[in-house]
Nanobody, 122 residues
Framework: QVRLVESGGGLVQPGGSLRLSCATTGITFGLNAMGWYRQAAGKEGEGVGGRTSGGTTYYADSVKGRFTISKDRAKRLLYLEMTDLRPEDTATYYC????????????????WGQGTQVTVSS
């Protein structure tokens, strides 16, 4: 059974950093694509970035150069390292996993965590 649990959200000042973690059960990093999405209040969900089963990462233009996706295979964790945070990054962040080796759209993800809130404010 697949289970994803995010943690690490919180309140941070503009320019600050946070690292989100996604604890995984039932996922094989070498077989499943994974990604991060976010949804701000009153707005549609937005793909933040993802990681193919082969390890290639990609990012939305809005976070490129500031966010990094990585994994710890031994701990079965997926990370989202966020730097230079801006008020517009405020959202609930979700970890997602796909049965596919490459997933680039929200519809291609099959499993979702419960989300963790990130608030960027002074």
């Amino acid at each position: 059974q697949v289970r994803l649990v995010e943690s690490g959200g919180g309140l941070v000042q503009p320019g600050g950093s946070l690292r989100l973690s996604c604890a995984t059960t039932g996922i094989t990093f070498g077989l499943n694509a994974m990604g991060w999405y976010r949804q701000a209040a009153g707005k549609e969900g937005e793909g933040v970035g993802g990681r193919t089963s082969g390890g290639t990462t990609y990012y939305a233009d809005s976070v490129k150069g500031r966010f990094t996706i990585s994994k710890d295979r031994a701990k079965r964790l997926l990370y989202l390292e966020m730097t230079d945070l801006r008020p517009e990054d405020t959202a609930t962040y979700y970890c997602a996993a796909s049965r596919l080796m490459l997933a680039r759209t929200q519809a291609q993800y099959d499993y979702w965590g419960q989300g963790t809130q990130v608030t960027v404010s002074s």
